[in-house]
């Protein structure tokens, strides 16, 4: 996976071992079994430092109620939406997989996120400047729309995922890791 190299620059295991995925479809498929590639959407708890450094100076990652960073990717950033699903359709595309599985699609939790950048992009969606940001979408007259809009960023995701991946392969499995205490976690973490 030579253009996904930038993510993790020291895979000593890529360089030890080789292609992994592409020795685990091999022996897979011979014995008859199915193989989904397992991938970590937005989280960066296990990136390089000065991945999570780059990406926090260009405005990427969330960011708390109270400017903290948090080391996540925001899901509402395009430049993020394109890196998450160019990464899993190249799996699709280089190898045989049976089924991608999304890990970690969601939020951290309602602290995420309300960086300037999300700001922009829910005023632009939804046609309407908020005055008082954060606090109109936390407790404010903006809450249910932010949360509503919070969902969808996420859901955009999983949809385009589905859309293109299936016309890459037919057949294709999407399976996703979600929390079970709907609706709560629509607030949480934007999984509706």
């Not at 990652?61 to 400017?67: A, I, K, L, R």
């Not at 729309?145 to 995701?157: P, V």
Request: glycine content about 6%; hydrophobic content about 30%.
């Amino acid at each position: 996976m030579e253009s996904l190299r930038h993510w993790h620059l020291y895979s000593k295991t890529f360089d030890k071992y080789g292609d992994q995925i592409a020795q685990c479809v091999k022996a897979a498929h011979r014995n008859g079994l199915e193989v989904h590639v397992w991938k970590v959407n937005w989280n960066l708890s296990h990136a390089p430092e000065d991945f999570i450094q780059k990406m926090r100076k260009a405005g990427r990652t969330q960011v708390s109620p109270t400017g903290e960073p948090i080391d996540w990717l925001c899901p509402s950033h395009p430049d993020n939406f394109r890196l998450e699903l160019d990464s899993l359709l190249e799996i699709v595309r280089k190898y045989e997989v049976d089924g991608l599985h999304l890990d970690y699609i969601r939020y951290p939790s309602s602290e995420g996120c309300y960086c300037d950048g999300c700001r922009e992009r829910f005023s632009r969606d939804t046609g309407k400047a908020v005055k008082n940001w954060p606090s109109d979408v936390i407790t404010g007259t903006r809450r249910e729309e932010y949360l509503n809009w919070r969902c969808e960023q996420i859901t955009r995701l999983v949809r385009a995922v589905h859309e293109q991946a299936r016309k890459l392969r037919k057949g294709l499995k999407l399976s996703a890791a979600v929390f079970s205490n709907y609706p709560a976690c629509r607030e949480q973490v934007g999984q509706d």
